[in-house]
């Protein structure tokens, strides 16, 4: 019997090996439904992109966090809508489920079709959300569509609207500046000097630049040459002065401007050392600014700086296009690295502009901002030596120890009083020198918030980082630069290749 029982094979019997592999099966599925029930509601992700280009910025996150009351957003988005505009619309609503979710019980997000409610078509005409028109190609023809894709913000009782959500670039800053409006009970004042104002947004040479700044403030004109003006309003968080050579300012007005910085006042100087007209003709700087900028440390120089690293400028007229690099509107990104004015700032573009020398002194707390790179050189009005010379095709050729960087912005405060910013470019802002993949109204936009508002809205003006300017490299480095991206990656792969066929021989 008992030799029997010894014959006999228990795990044959009960067939343990096959429920073993039963169990290990049933017992892994079961763990990964319970692992992946667990972790459902937890987000990971790495943004491996220049600047977090795609993650919310600290000041978005700051102002969410501190929201008091609910804010409604509502996402007016047809299912129709062109097949260009689908990613678009994953795109947005990605950053609208960021927003909701950084502001926990703060944000309520609906996404909302009007084609399809006539209850919702109505909500969205009413907040002001407009049905666009698309064109696009079908069946070897254009046809024309119409979409809602526009956001509505509402908080106690007011409402802000993004008509048209099509710049994805700027989503980020628009969304967080729409809601900051919201919370703010009195949006910051400043005001402009200098510029003449003007109702219609075609001829002010300021338009992109007050759209810009209005999403944060209320920005007005200040005219200080009348001699009923006793004082400038405390109150005004910030002042920008800009020069046209058309205004020279008296004693009264420095005076005044003195005793506003005298009281914490802020001021971003938008000046020239030197002016140069539409025709290419120079002639001084008349602004009278020089001994204000001065007693701040800043000695504004009475020259121009020229560039390898430039913009492409048109010098045709009428039908003909000239595009040619111009050495006098100098590309850089030679920024201070310490300073916040420059998140998402990628370049800058400084038409006709003056380098500044910083100046120590026991009472001011001087910064450097913006440095040419070290391809630059100066002119200077020396007649015996020829003085400036700004056409294009005649600028001489220089010499190489001539070549050095400059100092182009400065930021300078008193301990105890105002803190003035020097940008030496009247131009530098206007509408008409705004370069293509220059940063210029981000960064006196992170100047502005951080000066006037505590750095709120500062570092979110693109949230997509869309151009990469290559370093400034010597000529003589620039097609070798060129070629080794064109072909080093083949060659890797042909020596690896290469490689494994030698082994197998």
């Known amino acids: 019997m008992f030799k029997n029982l010894k014959k006999l094979n228990i795990v044959r019997l009960f067939n343990f090996q096959v429920k073993e592999r039963q169990m290990i099966f049933t017992v892994v599925i079961a763990l990964f439904l319970l692992v992946n029930y667990l972790i459902s509601g937890i987000s990971l992700r790495y943004d491996a992109s220049s600047g ?73 005409r009413e907040s002001g959300i407009p049905e666009l028109q698309f064109s696009q190609l079908e069946q070897d023809k254009y046809a024309v569509t119409t979409a809602y894709f526009g956001i509505a913000l509402a908080y106690a009782g007011r409402e802000e609207i993004i008509p048209q959500v099509t710049d994805f670039e700027n989503l980020e800053y628009n969304l967080t500046s729409a809601i900051y409006k919201l919370v703010k009970k009195d949006l910051p004042k400043i005001s402009i000097i200098g510029l003449t104002d003007s109702s219609n947004p075609e001829e002010d040479p300021v338009a992109s630049f007050k759209k810009v700044l209005g999403q944060q403030f209320n920005v007005e004109s200040l005219d200080i040459s009348s001699e009923s003006t006793k004082t400038i309003d405390p109150t005004l968080k910030i002042i920008l002065i800009f020069d046209s050579n058309s205004k020279e300012y008296s004693e009264r007005e420095v005076k005044l401007l003195k005793e506003y910085l005298n009281k914490k006042g802020k001021i971003i100087f938008f000046v020239d050392g030197v002016w140069v007209s539409e025709n290419l003709s120079t002639s001084a700087a008349n602004h009278k600014l020089f001994s204000l900028l001065q007693e701040y440390g800043i000695k504004l120089e009475k020259n121009l700086i020229l560039s390898t690293s430039s913009e492409l400028v048109n010098f045709g007229g009428g039908q003909v296009s000239l595009l040619l690099p111009y050495p006098f509107w100098l590309r850089t990104d030679r920024f201070n690295p310490d300073l916040p004015y420059f998140s998402n700032v990628n370049q800058l573009v400084f038409p006709w502009v003056s380098s500044v020398i910083l ?39 220089p010499e190489e120890k001539e070549l050095k960087e400059f100092l182009i912005a400065a ?26 993949g220059s940063s210029n109204l981000e960064f006196v936009l992170n100047i502005a918030s951080n000066l006037a508002s505590g750095g709120a809205l500062s570092g979110i003006r693109s949230r997509v980082v869309s151009f990469y300017p290559l370093p400034g490299l010597p000529e003589s480095q620039k097609d070798m630069f060129k070629y080794i991206n064109i072909l080093l990656l083949p060659a890797l792969f042909g020596l690896w290749g290469g490689v494994r066929l030698f082994k197998r021989r």
């Open 359 to 397: 100046e120590k002194k026991n009472s001011l707390e001087t910064k450097e901002l913006v440095k040419t790179t070290k391809q630059s050189l100066q002119q200077k009005d020396n007649p015996p030596a020829g003085g400036f010379v700004l056409n294009p095709q005649s600028i001489p050729q």
């Open 52 to 124: 977090k280009a795609y993650t919310l910025s600290e000041s978005t996150k700051k102002i969410l966090h501190n929201l008091d009351d609910l804010v409604n957003v509502k996402f007016f988005v047809s299912s129709d809508l062109p097949a260009r505009l689908i990613p678009l619309k994953t795109d947005v609503t990605d950053t609208l489920a960021e927003f909701k979710k950084e502001g926990k019980n703060k944000i309520t997000l609906k996404i909302l079709d009007p084609k399809k409610d006539d209850t919702v078509a109505k909500e969205a």
């Open 411 to 436: 930021e300078s405060g008193k301990k105890d009083g105002g803190r003035i910013v020097v940008i030496p470019s009247s131009r530098f802002v206007l509408e008409r020198y705004l370069g293509a």
